[in-house]
Nanobody
Framework: HVQLVESGGGSVQAGGSLRLSCAAS????????MGWFRQSPGKEREGVAG????????AYGDSVKGRFTVSRDNMANTLYLQMNSLKAEDTAMYYC????????????????????WGQGTQVTVSS
């Protein structure tokens, strides 16, 4: 069935790196805006990074600019998030999302723009 599956999370020390992947199945992502979001207990879901269908446009949350890089491989039907210089405050469940319904995207970092979500992968950064 149509789904997104994240992988690559784990535990790392502050200053380290992780690369998250999000594999799409039963649909192709090549015409789909996609994004990464994160959520910690008691906090709202936060937009981390978003990317246009071609990859030509990207956007990042202020807290991750310069440290995280979003990319996509449409041939592999996969979205990526390279996370460098990780900090303890990056600890969260990370979700990928796809905007598969028709319509314009007004804010690529707003969760409400996306209708398909993965189950999440946990990232824990120890200081």
């Amino acid at each position: 069935h149509v789904q997104l599956v994240e992988s690559g999370g784990g535990s790392v020390q502050a200053g380290g790196s992780l690369r998250l992947s999000c594999a799409a199945s039963e649909f192709t992502i090549d015409s789909t805006y996609m994004g990464w979001f994160r959520q910690s207990p008691g906090k709202e879901r936060e937009g981390v990074a978003g990317i246009s269908p071609s990859g030509g446009f990207t956007a990042y949350g202020d807290s991750v600019k310069g440290r995280f890089t979003v990319s996509r491989d449409n041939m592999a039907n996969t979205l990526y998030l390279q996370m460098n210089s990780l900090k303890a405050e990056d600890t969260a469940m990370y979700y990928c999302a796809a905007a598969t319904s028709d319509g314009l995207i007004y804010n690529i970092l707003r969760p409400g723009e996306y209708n398909l979500w993965g189950q999440g992968t946990q990232v824990t950064v120890s200081s």
